[in-house]
């Protein structure tokens, strides 16, 4: 089955780069970049005892909101259908 595709735009206007960088990639002091609508680069500040942060009035609420709205949908089907959210790491 063909997959769809997002633009990076997209991306970036409904959340999901905020959040990807405020709950999983900020906290290991990463934070993966975007310019003119490109994935630019990860900046690196693993050396960063508490990590990287947003500046102060950056994060939206809104975006946060619909992300987690996102997230939640699937949460449920995959927990019912697959047995998981996050996907297991097994050994063969």
């Not at 991306?11 to 975007?34: A, I, T």
Request: aromatic share 10%.
């Amino acid at each position: 089955m063909p997959y769809k595709t997002m633009s990076v735009i997209d991306f970036v206007e409904r959340g999901y780069l905020q959040e990807l960088n405020r709950r999983f990639l900020h906290p290991l002091g990463l934070s993966l970049q975007v310019e003119n609508g490109q994935f630019k680069e990860i900046v690196d500040s693993r050396d960063s005892e508490n990590g990287l942060n947003y500046k102060e009035g950056l994060l939206q609420e809104d975006k946060r909101d619909f992300v987690e709205f996102e997230y939640s949908k699937k949460n449920l089907n995959r927990l019912r259908t697959l047995g998981y959210i996050i996907q297991p790491i097994t050994k063969e």
